[in-house]
């Protein structure tokens, strides 16, 4: 019992304690209890405000004594993001053209001519309506239109949809300023405008606006979002004069450098490496302040064996091969790679083949090969060619998806005046039973794989193809070598020259009726720049489209 009043007489001391300190911190706040001078704070005559589209309307009764009154529209529920502050004199508001399909918290309060005697805030919210339907003409910023410091955007002409300004705003710095203009009328017409002056590897909101609509949030299409290309923070600088091959050894056997990491080449670089076997994932990327960095192989690169590599990439680079019986990649060993990416690289002097696969059955397995604005140039050239893609493992290879767009395959009995020493194929599959999503749009095939077919799933049962808006002028053989039951093909938008000599139909495309000679400005040299810019690949986007005037 006397521990009992002894706790009693404990917990009302502390009570006494917090009571005071209640009163104390009630001086300071803004809830606090009124003096008799202070005004009485504003109701509201509605229970809601008012709503229609973009535009909030909030009406209250008069106070009495009132000089004014402050009207606050905030972001958040907490009120410490303001979006704009009103003094009135009047007992309503209409807020008009505010952004829409915002929540919006409101509050309301009486102002005194003396402000230390202002009225409690009142409070309420709103939620602005959906906008209207309107065309999403800006289309997505494709990365090969991205540098460290501009931005090629492209979007739909049309009298409908006028458009005269862009904008170009960081998405998560406010110390990074935002790039606008007018677009001049060329860029108007033409649909396409460069800006310039971004930050390195800085994510942004892109939007283009028809100025003359008399509403803000009316002006903007759909915005889209890029990031400039350039390293990241945590990314290795390599310069010209630095030992690349070196640095990638080294690191591949560092356990302190992380899986991933990415090396960024300088522009107008040449490195020299001995591709080696590879135990973590890495990416290369050049510079695009210049030209591509240029990287010289004398060696294959391979996969250690029972390896499981998150991804490895490669981007913006030249690569060249000095050996004779020479690939990018040739490995016999068994692995697993969740993502393989080529991005807007050029590929020259492989020999005798691109990316092989053997040893039997050992299993290797690819999530997603990602192939995007590439061009092989002058490759082949070999007695003995296994091809651009050759899964050979005894049916031990698995890539489960494989796409590749916007991309050229030319020239390639590299050295050699007899074709038949070609690259063989674009994708043979091999032997394997696992299913494969295999996809080619916007390609570009010239004088390559002569007599050849270019596709071979002839075990894969339950794959996918997809085979759209390919330009073929090239004597090849069939498309399709052997495909497996149970896999649908989508044929779409192709077209051949007369040098494919199987017909357009073999393809389920139109025959241009012209030579690659008339098509293309200068083939035998590599330029493969359509000549007529109304022809249908033109108008209709076939093949690479950086090809297209």
């Given at each position: 019992?006397?521990?009992?009043?002894?706790?009693?007489?404990?917990?009302?001391?502390?009570?006494?304690?917090?009571?005071?300190?209640?009163?104390?911190?009630?001086?300071?706040?803004?809830?606090?209890?009124?003096?008799?001078?202070?005004?009485?704070?504003?109701?509201?005559?509605?229970?809601?405000?008012?709503v229609?589209?973009?535009?909030?309307?909030?009406?209250?009764?008069?106070?009495?004594?009132?000089?004014?009154?402050?009207?606050?529209?905030?972001?958040?529920?907490?009120?410490?993001?303001?979006?704009?502050?009103?003094?009135?004199?009047?007992?309503?508001?209409?807020?008009?053209?505010?952004?829409?399909?915002?929540?919006?918290?409101?509050?309301?309060?009486?102002?005194?001519?003396?402000?230390?005697?202002?009225?409690?805030?009142?409070?309420?919210?709103?939620?602005?309506?959906?906008?209207?339907?309107?065309?999403?003409?800006?289309?997505?910023?494709?990365?090969?239109?991205?540098?460290?410091?501009?931005?090629?955007v492209?979007?739909?002409?049309?009298?409908?949809?006028?458009?005269?300004?862009?904008?170009?705003?960081?998405?998560?710095?406010?110390?990074?300023?935002?790039?606008?203009?007018?677009?001049?009328?060329?860029?108007?017409?033409?649909?396409?405008?460069?800006?310039?002056?971004?930050?390195?590897?800085t994510?942004?909101?892109?939007?283009?606006?028809?100025?003359?609509?008399?509403?803000?949030?009316?002006?903007?299409?759909?915005?889209?979002?890029?990031?400039?290309?350039?390293?990241?923070?945590s990314?290795?600088?390599?310069?010209?004069?630095?030992?690349?091959?070196?640095?990638?050894?080294?690191?591949?056997?560092?356990?302190?450098?992380?899986?991933?990491?990415?090396?960024?080449?300088?522009?107008?670089?040449?490195?020299?490496?001995?591709?080696?076997?590879?135990?973590?994932?890495?990416?290369?990327?050049?510079?695009?302040?210049?030209?591509?960095?240029?990287?010289?192989?004398?060696?294959?690169?391979?996969?250690a064996?029972?390896?499981?590599?998150?991804?490895?990439?490669?981007?913006?680079?030249?690569?060249?091969?000095t050996?004779?019986?020479?690939?990018?990649?040739?490995?016999?060993?068994?692995?697993?790679?969740?993502?393989?990416?080529?991005?807007?690289?050029?590929?020259?002097?492989?020999?005798?083949?691109f990316?092989?696969?053997?040893?039997n059955?050992?299993?290797?397995?690819?999530?997603?090969?990602?192939?995007?604005?590439?061009?092989?140039?002058?490759?082949?050239?070999?007695?003995?060619?296994?091809?651009?893609?050759?899964?050979?493992?005894?049916?031990?290879?698995?890539?489960?998806?494989?796409?590749?767009?916007?991309?050229?395959?030319?020239?390639?009995y590299?050295?050699?005046?007899?074709?038949?020493r070609?690259?063989?194929?674009?994708?043979?599959?091999?032997?394997?039973?696992?299913?494969?999503?295999?996809?080619?749009q916007?390609?570009?095939?010239?004088?390559?794989?002569?007599?050849?077919?270019?596709?071979?799933?002839?075990?894969?049962?339950?794959?996918?193809?997809?085979?759209?808006n390919?330009?073929?002028?090239?004597?090849?053989?069939?498309?399709?070598?052997?495909?497996?039951?149970?896999?649908?093909?989508?044929?779409?938008?192709?077209?051949?020259t007369?040098?494919?000599?199987?017909?357009?139909?073999?393809?389920?495309?139109?025959?241009?009726?012209?030579?690659?000679?008339?098509?293309?400005?200068?083939?035998?040299?590599?330029?493969?720049?359509?000549?007529?810019?109304?022809?249908?690949?033109?108008?209709?986007?076939?093949?690479d489209?950086?090809?297209?005037?």
């Amino acid at each position: 019992m006397k521990n009992f009043r002894t706790l009693i007489y404990i917990l009302s001391f502390i009570g006494l304690i917090v009571f005071g300190e209640m009163l104390k911190s009630c001086t300071n706040d803004e809830f606090r209890y009124k003096a008799v001078e202070d005004l009485f704070q504003p109701k509201f005559v509605l229970t809601a405000p008012l709503v229609k589209s973009n535009s909030i309307a909030v009406v209250w009764y008069k106070v009495n004594e009132a000089d004014s009154y402050t009207v606050e529209l905030h972001l958040d529920n907490y009120y410490k993001s303001l979006y704009k502050s009103y003094t009135i004199t009047d007992t309503q508001i209409l807020m008009d053209d505010i952004p829409y399909k915002t929540q919006f918290y409101i509050r309301v309060r009486s102002n005194h001519v003396n402000g230390s005697h202002n009225s409690q805030w009142s409070y309420t919210n709103a939620l602005t309506e959906d906008r209207p339907a309107f065309d999403p003409i800006l289309q997505p910023v494709v990365k090969v239109n991205i540098t460290e410091t501009e931005v090629t955007v492209n979007w739909l002409v049309s009298t409908k949809n006028p458009v005269d300004s862009i904008s170009v705003e960081p998405a998560q710095s406010l110390t990074i300023p935002a790039v606008g203009r007018k677009l001049t009328a060329d860029e108007i017409s033409k649909g396409e405008a460069t800006v310039t002056g971004l930050e390195k590897n800085t994510l942004y909101n892109l939007n283009i606006y028809d100025t003359s609509k008399p509403r803000r949030y009316d002006k903007p299409y759909n915005q889209v979002s890029f990031r400039s290309a350039g390293p990241s923070a945590s990314t290795i600088i390599v310069t010209k004069g630095m030992d690349l091959d070196a640095l990638l050894r080294t690191n591949n056997d560092d356990p302190t450098i992380p899986e991933g990491t990415e090396y960024f080449l300088e522009a107008g670089s040449l490195f020299k490496i001995t591709p080696f076997t590879i135990s973590k994932g890495f990416k290369l990327t050049g510079g695009t302040q210049g030209e591509r960095p240029q990287i010289e192989m004398n060696g294959n690169w391979n996969i250690a064996e029972g390896s499981y590599l998150s991804s490895l990439a490669f981007e913006n680079i030249r690569f060249y091969q000095t050996i004779d019986a020479g690939y990018f990649f040739n490995s016999g060993t068994a692995w697993k790679v969740d993502e393989i990416t080529f991005y807007n690289c050029v590929f020259n002097y492989f020999k005798r083949g691109f990316w092989r696969h053997q040893g039997n059955g050992k299993y290797k397995e690819i999530g997603n090969l990602d192939m995007s604005y590439c061009t092989f140039d002058q490759v082949g050239g070999h007695t003995g060619p296994y091809g651009t893609f050759a899964f050979g493992s005894a049916g031990a290879d698995n890539v489960k998806k494989a796409v590749f767009s916007n991309c050229t395959f030319m020239r390639d009995y590299y050295q050699t005046t007899d074709k038949n020493r070609n690259f063989k194929n674009l994708f043979d599959y091999g032997t394997s039973a696992y299913p494969i999503h295999l996809e080619y749009q916007n390609i570009t095939i010239y004088d390559y794989a002569y007599n050849r077919s270019l596709i071979n799933i002839p075990s894969a049962v339950g794959s996918t193809l997809i085979f759209k808006n390919v330009l073929l002028a090239s004597a090849t053989g069939k498309v399709i070598q052997a495909i497996a039951a149970n896999t649908p093909t989508t044929f779409g938008n192709n077209y051949t020259t007369t040098d494919y000599l199987l017909g357009a139909a073999a393809i389920q495309g139109t025959d241009l009726g012209i030579s690659a000679q008339s098509l293309f400005v200068d083939p035998a040299n590599g330029n493969l720049m359509i000549k007529d810019s109304n022809s249908p690949i033109v108008t209709n986007k076939v093949g690479d489209t950086r090809w297209l005037p």
